[in-house]
């Protein structure tokens, strides 16, 4: 099975100053295009007036992450985000997004300058920030009786397991519910034994 990661215990800035350009530099988890959405159009709101925000993000288990992107936001190609991005991957963190926000001092720094400057506020901010492991996930679809359903939150509460979405009426001819589950690795033969004593059906997406 797949091992579990660490990602950011929170978010974190950090700001340095490179040939009069200042490079403000925010690390926060995510585990969305939502969330890194939310983070990108809070930073520009932060700073209105700033040249540039530039950002990378990645989804998942370093090494195997399910979704990556990355921005230059008017930099020139390459010299910002993918910098961003090199640094998160080499730093073996998960769920993780880095804004870059940039203000000009006047002096250009040339694109070797740019790419250094990026990496280095990137490598700033993520060697400072706290890190937690995030078990690795894995989603379940059971298909049980209205009878089970009380069983199953209570087990879900009390062993870290999260309830997605949950249809009243399906299965079993209409006599039960349907209900995704996502359960910790380290807790899913347990979920899995939990649900064939419970005489619960269920499937895993892997």
Not at 30 to 47: K, T
Not at 175 to 204: H, N, P, W, Y
Request: hydrophobic share 40%.
């Amino acid at each position: 099975m797949s091992k579990d990661y660490p990602v950011p215990a929170g978010s974190l800035e950090c700001e340095t100053e490179i040939k009069k350009s200042r490079f403000i530099a925010r690390v926060a988890p995510v585990a969305s295009r939502e969330d890194v959405r939310a983070v990108v159009e809070q930073a520009h709101r932060d700073h209105p007036d700033a040249r540039h925000v530039c950002w990378a993000y990645q989804i998942g288990r370093p090494g195997a992450a399910a979704e990556a992107a990355m921005n230059d936001d008017g930099e020139p190609s390459g010299t910002a985000g993918k910098p961003i991005l090199n640094v998160i991957q080499h730093k073996d963190m998960g769920d993780v997004l880095v804004v870059v926000i940039r203000y000009f001092g006047g002096i250009k720094l040339g694109a070797g300058g740019l790419v250094r400057a990026y990496a280095s506020a990137a490598e700033s901010v993520l060697s400072q920030v706290e890190r937690v492991v995030q078990p690795v996930m894995t989603r379940v679809d059971i298909e049980l009786p209205f009878a089970s359903e009380q069983p199953v939150r209570h087990w879900c509460e009390h062993n870290g397991a999260e309830i997605g979405a949950v249809h009243y009426g399906a299965g079993l001819d209409g006599a039960g519910l349907t209900m995704a589950v996502q359960v910790s690795d380290t807790r899913l033969a347990d979920f899995l034994g939990f649900c064939a004593a419970e005489k619960i059906d269920c499937r895993t997406d892997s």
